[in-house]
């Protein structure tokens, strides 16, 4: 037997660990169209996979079912790439995210273009996790999650609000429009400042290039939503530090963000290089012991799944649109960028990735903190709801 049908069968069996066959009918099944893929990707591991598809070596019909069988199977365990222990051990013993390089990291992948986020996301522009609990489309599931940020803060009028990584605007807008709060948000992306400053108008809205760690004044609430995973390891402490000195005895913080089931120090390979740069989600672990001794925990939700479908409605967005990004974005972009969004939507399928929502307090809520788990049609019925929890709880 020749070295590459050894390889191409090793690969093979492999994948078959995962139901995936080479060449194969399914829409899961992976078509080779290049006979070095094989010694590529056993070499390279998930880098290779990522480039070799940018590349057009394969295809599949379904590449988020393929990635969530793939996911399900802890394949990307047992293939990695002959670098990967020497990455990981300096990614533990660098910060890979010091002011300088956080500021070049965010502008590599946020500015790339408002024109590509229009198309992709929301009429808000909510570039995160939908919450699809009685929602129908992606601008309901978006609205509804930022609802229930806003019920899980217990806004009310005259609060000031800090928004830690507020993209464009859209939850400080809408923060300020729907529950009469004042808001100053923080980016360190240059084009999302522009649009966000648009976006705001002439609301009670403050819009920053700053990055959080130079932050030191006095806030009512703290929001974050999916900025702390590109914090890195090194400065959650940081983080939560900043957040605790920013946040008033009385106050609520809600953090936002994708969760790993493990510990780590560095990102997947293919997404680090190509799409989140020095990106590294948190654990469970990490965010508790950064927030220990700061925070009393008030709530923990997780709805990873709500990732999956919201995901999914952004990829159809891209190739539904594509035709007016095509001047602008080569094929080998809208490989790399579907591939990113089927990829991670695989991923949580297959309950690799999770999502969760913190509620932190200085120092406890007196008489303990009800959170909710749904929002309705209005915000005086929210409040109703809310209110008769808080009876429950205390009955």
């Known amino acids: 037997m020749s070295s590459s049908t050894r390889v191409r069968r090793r690969v093979a069996d492999l994948l078959e660990h995962a139901g995936i066959t080479i060449d194969g009918p399914a829409p899961h099944d992976i078509q080779i169209h290049d006979d070095r893929f094989f010694a590529r990707v056993l070499a390279g591991g998930s880098l290779a996979l990522g480039e070799s598809y940018m590349d057009r070596w394969w295809d599949c019909p379904r590449l988020d079912e393929f990635f969530a069988r793939i996911l399900r199977a802890r394949l990307d365990r047992r293939v990695r790439a002959r670098r990967w222990l020497w990455d990981h051990l300096l990614a533990r013993l ?23 986020y229009r198309a992709m996301l929301d009429r808000r522009m909510i570039y995160s996790c939908g919450f699809w609990r009685d929602a129908h489309d992606l601008d309901q599931a978006q609205e509804h999650k930022l609802e229930l940020i806003a019920r899980k803060l217990k806004l009310a009028p005259g609060m000031r609000v800090l928004d830690i990584g507020c993209g464009w605007g859209g939850t400080a807008r809408y923060l300020a429009e729907r529950h009469g709060v004042s808001v100053v948000g923080v980016t360190i992306s240059r084009r999302q400042v522009e649009l966000a400053r648009e976006h705001v108008g002439d609301l ?14 006095t806030f009512d609430r703290i929001v974050s939503v999916g900025m702390i995973e590109h914090v890195g390891h090194r400065n959650h402490g940081t983080f939560m530090r900043v957040a605790r000195r920013c946040l008033a005895p009385e106050g609520l913080m809600l953090l936002h963000t994708i969760g790993a089931n493990h510990s780590s120090h560095r990102g997947d390979p293919w997404i680090d290089r190509y799409i989140f740069p020095d990106g590294v989600l948190p654990s469970m672990n990490q965010l508790s012991r950064a927030a220990e001794h700061r925070f009393v925990l008030e709530d923990w939700h997780g709805f990873g799944p709500d990732y999956d479908r919201t995901l999914m409605a952004w990829h159809r967005n891209v190739v539904t649109r594509w035709s007016e990004l095509a001047d602008r974005y080569d094929d080998r972009f809208y490989r790399m960028w579907t591939y990113y969004l089927l990829a991670c939507a695989g991923a949580f399928r297959a309950r690799k990735n999770q999502l969760w929502q913190l509620v932190l307090s200085p120092q406890g809520v007196v008489g303990g903190y009800v959170a909710p788990r749904r929002v309705g049609t209005s915000t005086e019925e929210l409040a109703a709801t809310d209110e008769r929890a808080t009876q429950r709880a205390h009955a």
Do not use: C, F, K, M
């Open 94 to 116: 660098l910060n890979r995210q010091t002011r300088r390089r956080a500021a070049r990291a965010i502008g590599r992948h946020y500015d790339l273009g408002n024109d590509l």
């Open 204 to 217: 009670p809205v403050e819009i920053r290039l700053q990055d959080y760690r130079s932050l030191d004044e």
